[in-house]
């Protein structure tokens, strides 16, 4: 337990890079953009923001990320640095409609 | 209706599979029954609660609140997971075949039911806050579908129940020689895959590095959304795409408990 806690104590200092970013927005469970181009290699800034008045699940077993994001709510999750590619995500709560793809290059 | 039941179903399962393997693993310690319940129903009033405060939560932390939130619930159960583990070792085969040492065991057990109730409170936190959100999203919901979606939820929410069933009986029947390595096994890597998790919300989170990201990718040999994939994830936290922080966290997190286990066990010659 001691490891684990010296290995979250070594980097503090993880986020003094300057982020890029990139939104996403949810209305009518679906995704705007629902093509997203990002940079490869480079850690990317996700803001998700909800304008539907029912919560929803970001997630992406590509991306290996999962979120919440509360009706009418706004999230942020850090993807990357990412190979170039693409990586799909959706809307866990609305998987038929919620779908989109980042795509890194 | 089948959609909501699915949901609901994997939502609730980890919880589920956790409360069936600790309340084997905890079969014969006193007042056994009422820690597990209050524990359970801990977990679903603090569930509501945060469910009701996820918005609040994610914008604390610079909006990491929610990765900060969910890896400390995950952190504090790793701790408990390997506390039980080595409590295990050391008080499990004793308190099994004798009857004599029962009174220090029953004693010194309490607190150990105490601890793990709070790892159930937590378990049922987590998962049960998302289940209650999602059910609420489709209670707010207009149509006609609502009551289908929602009695699919209940279904979902009574599989998954069932699921944790299967396991405590499943587990009940193993016999007593094996009884603890096969328990403190499954906590072992249970305790170790949480560790993975709360590596990822940390770097989802931009807290820690990645380190190497993906360390692997396995998502062709084995994908997430498999069967297998999904059954490994939640018992021994497969990933099929790992960062490398996360591989650390994990590995870690298993050899300390490990040898945890190792030096607290009783030094007695075992009967054969």
Not at chain 1, 37 to 47: D, M, Q, R, S
Not at chain 2, 53 to 71: D, P, S, V, W, Y
Not at chain 2, 96 to 113: L, P
Not at chain 2, 194 to 223: F, K, N, T, V, Y
Request: hydrophobic share 50%; aromatic share 8%.
């Amino acid at each position: 337990m001691k490891a684990l806690v010296l290995a979250c104590l070594m980097f503090p200092l993880a986020s003094l890079a300057a982020d890029l970013e990139a939104t996403l927005t949810i209305k009518d469970h679906q995704f705007t953009p629902s093509e997203l181009k990002v940079p490869a290699g480079k850690k990317v800034k996700l803001l998700v923001s909800n304008l539907d008045s029912t919560p929803e699940e970001f997630e992406s077993h590509e991306l290996n990320r999962e979120k919440l994001v509360a009706g009418n709510g706004k999230v942020t999750i850090y993807v990357g640095p990412l190979a170039p590619g693409k990586y799909p995500f959706y809307g866990e709560f609305h998987d038929k409609t919620a779908r989109g793809v980042i795509v890194a290059e | 209706m089948f959609g909501s039941a699915i949901i609901v179903f994997r939502e609730s399962l980890e919880a589920a599979l956790l409360i069936g393997i600790i309340a084997a693993a905890t079969r014969g310690l006193t007042g056994r029954n009422l820690w597990l319940a209050i524990g359970i129903g801990a977990g679903l009033g603090g569930a509501l609660v945060v469910a009701g405060l996820t918005e609040t939560i994610a914008e604390m932390a610079e909006g990491a609140g929610q990765e900060l939130f969910n890896a400390a619930i995950l952190g504090i159960a790793v701790l408990m997971l390997g506390w039980h583990n080595i409590w295990m070792a050391t008080h499990g085969r004793e308190m099994a075949a004798q009857a004599k040492s029962m009174g220090h065991a029953v004693k010194s057990g309490q607190r150990e039911m105490s601890a793990l109730a709070i790892l159930i409170a937590l378990a049922v936190l987590r998962e049960g806050s998302e289940t209650a959100l999602f059910l609420y999203g489709l209670a707010a919901g207009d149509g006609s579908s609502r009551v289908s979606m929602l009695s699919g939820g209940l279904l979902g929410l009574a599989a998954g129940i069932g699921a944790g069933w299967v396991l405590y009986s499943g587990l009940a029947r193993i016999p007593l020689r094996h009884f603890f390595t096969v328990t403190s096994a499954l906590i072992l890597f249970l305790a170790a895959g949480m560790a993975g998790q709360m590596a990822r919300l940390l770097i989802q989170g931009d807290l820690i590095r990645p380190l190497a990201s993906p360390l692997w990718d396995s998502s062709s040999l084995l994908p997430m959304d498999s069967f297998l994939g999904n059954l490994l994830h939640i018992f021994a936290g497969y990933e099929a795409r790992p960062s490398g922080m996360q591989v650390l966290f994990y590995a870690l997190t298993f050899l300390v408990i490990l040898f945890g286990m190792r030096w607290s066990r009783p030094r007695i010659p075992q009967a054969t």
